[in-house]
């Protein structure tokens, strides 16, 4: 049984019912295997094996083609990377009997960054990512606040007046299931750093045999140096004390295990977004607040490293919300030639921009609304609305467009309950 409810259960039921193979991937420890196991047990009843095991491990190996053809009805493979040639055995078997929801797979490598994995279920296969706990989850709701920013009127019943006092708690602790469990600071502490040794020395290694190993460690403390800032590779290899190539490829075997995520800029120019500097973001605020040694003290004394782990925080949130929301959104970050930026940009299928800023401070004023105004203006009839999250406890409308919301209506405006 799923100890906490996940949010995309529903959209991956749903995909079951129409589609061969269905992947769930995501870092490790998010609660794929539970999740997995749930559907199996009831709504989507199926035999569950992981490659985790030693038998079956060597059996999918081995002979992929065998193994699939022992198996009858629908099947759940966890962890399925670890053993490649499954993708064309499944492929094969697909091809003869297109079934829906034949096999329920999950992996902690992201396939779309693997090109001879992702291309051998082109057309048969649907993804879906599953990030730590959001908000919503451990509070047992649903949320919906993109949905809710892109109605014509904001139902703010739902997102406030209450000031987040533990706002610091929720950031610290992440959303990975084990680590919030642990109530104990110091604990938490000791499970981040042996999550981060093995899936350094276990999954980057399944993914890409590479050499200098080490330099994944302090590569990853540099990037959270780095977080919700443009990543600057000539200063980041230089700092690593690595060439350029190599940084390159360290990033997409983080970006592959799902540790780090890269934030495109946001241009009218699609091509435009394609060469333009991204922002780092890492899958989990837990996590970076371990990698940038944060405590309690640096939230009470408002330390400049607040604004970006902050920053990540509601990305992070964003990006969980955008697996089940019904509005289909892209996530960017807006930035000037002049300075002028937005932190985020969602971007629905019409072309209609809501734009988010992110203030670690309990009050907002004009000022504040600077980055907004300037994207819209800049892009006109799209703009469709700006957003101000902040510590504070008001909801506060600065214009027909613009708002400024506490921070908890990330979880709570539109929110429904299980």
């Not at 460690?217 to 919700?228: D, E, I």
């Amino acid at each position: 049984m799923v100890m906490f409810p996940r949010n995309i259960s529903q959209r991956i039921l749903q995909a079951l019912k129409d589609t061969p193979v269905v992947l769930i991937h995501g870092a490790r420890q998010t609660g794929k295997s539970t999740l997995a196991q749930w559907i199996a047990s009831a709504p989507h009843p199926a035999i569950y094996l992981t490659l985790d095991t030693v038998g079956v491990f060597s059996a999918a190996n081995e002979d992929p083609a065998g193994f699939l053809a022992g198996l009858e009805g629908s099947v759940v493979i966890d962890e399925f990377q670890l053993a490649p040639g499954l993708f064309r055995a499944i492929k094969v078997e697909v091809d003869r009997n297109r079934r829906p929801g034949r096999f329920l797979l999950t992996g902690s490598a992201n396939v779309m960054l693997i090109p001879q994995l992702s291309e051998s279920l082109a057309g048969r296969m649907e993804i879906h990512q599953l990030w730590p706990l959001s908000q919503g989850e451990l509070a047992g709701v649903q949320e919906h606040f993109i949905d809710s920013l892109f109605q014509p009127n904001l139902n703010l019943s739902k997102s406030g007046p209450r000031r987040e006092t533990h706002l610091y708690d929720k950031v610290m602790a992440g959303g990975f299931p084990e680590a919030v469990s642990r109530k104990s600071v110091e604990r938490r502490q000791a499970w981040f750093g042996a999550y981060i040794t093995t899936i350094l020395q276990r999954d980057v290694r399944n993914i890409a045999d590479i050499e200098g190993i080490t330099q994944l460690p302090r590569l990853l403390k540099l990037l959270a140096l780095q977080t919700a800032s443009l990543l600057n590779m000539s200063n980041l290899a230089r700092s690593a004390g690595i060439a350029n190539t190599t940084l390159k490829r360290y990033l997409t075997l983080l970006e592959a295990s799902f540790l780090v995520h890269l934030l495109p800029a946001w241009s009218g120019n699609v091509r435009k977004r394609l060469i333009r500097t991204p922002k780092v973001l890492f899958c989990d605020s837990g996590l970076l607040a371990y990698l940038l040694d944060v405590t309690e003290t640096h939230f009470l004394q408002r330390s400049t490293v607040v604004g970006p782990l902050l920053e990540n925080f509601v990305g992070a949130e964003l990006l969980k919300q955008m697996t089940w929301n019904t509005t289909p959104t892209s996530l960017f970050y807006y930035r000037t030639t002049n300075g002028r930026e937005v932190d985020y940009v969602l971007e629905d299928l019409e072309g209609r921009i809501v734009g988010i800023e992110v203030k670690a401070s309990a009050s907002v004023d004009r000022s504040d609304l600077k980055g907004l105004e300037d994207l819209r203006e800049t892009i006109g009839a799209k703009f469709y609305r700006g957003i101000i999250l902040y510590t504070g406890s008001e909801s506060i409308p600065f214009g027909r467009q613009l708002h400024a919301l506490p921070i908890n209506a990330l979880w709570q405006l539109g929110a429904e309950n299980h």
